[in-house]
């Protein structure tokens, strides 16, 4: 039994100039699972995010999505695809409003174009209508339907971060990336954004890729964890496994990251 | 209540603009003066230019200041058609459009790498190369000598002598423009181009072919400049390299800006009052613009926001458009709904 | 061979003029990051007023240099307290606008003062020209090289070697940490504006004496081939602003004489293109990483 896999990483090098930020990595994620990678800062977990949604090319190695090779594809065409993210510094439309910013992911689905929103008329008014509906389950999703018409800029932190997933989820993808989804939330907060990941997960059936630094989360939500260290991949499991894993702790140890107690 | 009450302030704003477009049809049956036409024109290309700069530096975001070039090559097209192919001007103007529009889909690919002050630069430059080439190329272009004797305009056997037709011209090209780029602004493909101007590189990352937008609304923004140089053409009957200069590109760029950044009403607004304010100087004779400059340093200064109020910019339009049509539910539609009109 | 020798003269002593007002672009973008579109303009008020220092109170050509400069570069630190300092907050656009309303304010100010005419600038300039078989390097050439390579070199030695030059390079490497470290950013930004404006006034006082020509509108070509230059050399940096005048002097010049004279501006535009898309950054300048 061959279980379809989402994406591959195959042995995949990133350098910038001189310096290796991603060293010989590779993992692959399940349909449907819920994949974390931890590391310290600067282990490159971003840079391998940014390597699967296009932002940057890899040096060596291959990117593959459901079986077919993306390395050096643009970000707008792997979300064709159907790749989306979230941002570590979030990255929102800050002046167009919440309801604006999730129906701006869900133009790549739009056959609207050009010309139909010069011709106007009913087809493109009854297209827009579902459009607008659609995106307003996924704010609703995401729990942000009193704030449908707010600006972007006006939200408190962890509400743009799930603004952030609202606008992922409506460009329609398979794999959804999500870049330290719970940085400057309070615990309420992330109690609600885990039963809100477990939802994308579970029900609406998405294969989610997490960078998150809060290990209780990960530990929590995760299925397999792969772990980063200097650009190294220097343990893949469970999270029971990553637990007590001997070079995930050291790798740890030493480091100024508040989050060692944690692992340890 | 509310719900009648924002259908009533849609159709009362449908009959004022209504009403105001009447008026202005009917302004030179009341003023005969022909200065006074004259100034009404002019303000209707400037309204063209900043509508037309405005979808590019004011929507997508991309700063331009050679959007005079736009002008100039629609100005000249159109006049060496009229001229050497003694075309009608009904055809040499939309040609001079696809003309320039071409030259709008060049400008746009350097966004490929560019942006911000560099891409500014770049488009400064190629103001200038078109200028220079104007002002050399004089098989062509006559250089600085410009082309004189454009011929009037001709309709079956009706000629104009007047400038009634010609203000009529521009009216009808103002509405096409206005309407045209409602149309583009508040549909799925304006909002990307906002978001663009928001941040590009999330906007790619949500999918969006950021360089085709781009490149489009160069394209578009280029054929309207186009249009407004054809007709300059053929109105003032004679085109020189000087109409066409850094300062104009200044000019069109400052009524965008002064009117408010992404907001249609803004560049109207600021394509008026920029356009009027050397004209009312004119009593201050060879002061005028002496003090022009200094106002626009007292305007920036204390409206630095532009005319237009921030919070009716970079408005999309499409759920109030379709909730006065009954389409949706209006309760969650924009709390903003009322003031999103034409914005 | 000797067009080219000549040429070479010609465009480097025209590259030397063009890299002292690059300097004032390039030492405001530094800083402020706002490109000031009345750069060229205050040169001109600067030429015209060392044209007046020498015709009307007869002072000699070099007092009557420094003096200019001098006037120049308080004037420089009165325009950008009137009208950069109080848009300083807000959008960078608003700032080119504000630059631009000056701009106009003083080609207009100028023609009223001086008519739009065309002035003739003479001046007694002494020493012999050097001739080098057939190449010719006049008098005046020798002056302008002089006094550019001096004022390049002062500038050099200030930025490098002088206290406040440090903070300024500071300032210009980031505005709030150069804060933080108690350097006192609005006087930096003056005394920046203060010697672009000096230099730009020495660069186009000698401009009129090369081409025996003053008008108010000189400003506008003078500038936009300065602010090439800039580019050229990578905006905000010192050194790249001489190497990108010199650079843009010679190249115009060669191509003026090998290819055509009336698109020698033409030349130097497409080149500003062509570079900035190869190396967006010109080439001295340096890049800022944006942080995914």
Known sequence: MNILKVLDIDSVTIRFGGLEAIRDVSFAVDEGELLAIIGPNGAGKTTIFNAMTGIYRPTQGNILFKGQLINGLKPNQLVLKGIARTFQNIRLFSALTVLENVMVGWQCRSREGLWGALAGGKRVAVNRVEAINQCREYIEMVGLADLMEELATNLPYGKQRLLEIARALATGCNLLLLDEPAAGMNALEREELISLIRHISKNLRKTIILIEHDINLVMNISERIVVLDHGEKIAEGTPGEIRTNQKVIEAYLGSEDPLEQEVV | MEHLARFTLNYRNKAVSLVFMILLALIPLFIANDYYIHVLITLGLFIILSLSLNLVSGYTGQLSIGHAAFYGIGAYVTALLMLKLNLSFLVAIPIGGLVTAFFGLLLGLPTMRLAGDYLAIVTLGFGEIVRLVLLNWDKVTRGPMGLPGI???????????????????????????????????????????????????????????????????????????????????????????????????????????????????????????????????????????????????????????????????MRNAIMKDLAARKMIDTKTVSPRGEYIEGA | MDVFFQQLVNGLTVGSLYALIALGYTMVYGILKIINFAHGDILMIGTFIGLVLVMNFHLAFVPALLLAMFITALMGILVERLAYRPVRAADKLIALLSALGVSIFLVNFAQLVWGTETHPFPVNISGEPIILGEVHIGTLQIWALGVSLLLMVGLHFFVNHTKMGVAMRATSFNVDYARLMGINVDNIISITFAIGSALAAAAGILIGVYYDAVYPVMGYSAGLKAFTAAVLGGIGSIPGAMLGGLLLGVLENEGAAYLSSGYKDAIAFALLIIILLIKPTGLMGRREQQKV
């Open chain 2, 151 to 313: 011929p009037a305009p001709e309709l079956g056997s009706y000629v104009f002598m007047s400038k009634i037709p010609y203000y009529y011209t521009v009216f009808i090209i103002v509405l096409i423009t206005v309407a045209t780029m409602r149309r583009i602004v508040n549909s799925g493909f304006g909002l990307s181009l906002i978001a663009i101007s928001q941040d590009e590189l999330a906007a790619e990352a949500v999918g969006i072919n950021t360089l085709r937008c781009k490149i489009i609304s160069f394209i578009i923004s280029a054929f309207f400049a186009g249009i407004a140089g054809g007709f300059f053409a053929v109105y003032i009957s004679f085109v020189s390299p000087d109409s066409f200069t850094f300062m104009d590109s200044i000019m069109v760029l400052e009524m965008v800006v002064l009117g408010g950044l992404a907001s249609i009403p803004g560049s109207i607004i600021g394509a008026v009052v920029l356009g009027l304010i050397p004209e009312i100087l004119r009593f201050m004779a060879e002061y005028r613009m002496l003090i022009f400059g200094a106002l626009m340093v007292v305007i920036v200064i204390f409206k630095p926001d532009g005319f237009w109020s921030a919070k009716k910019r």
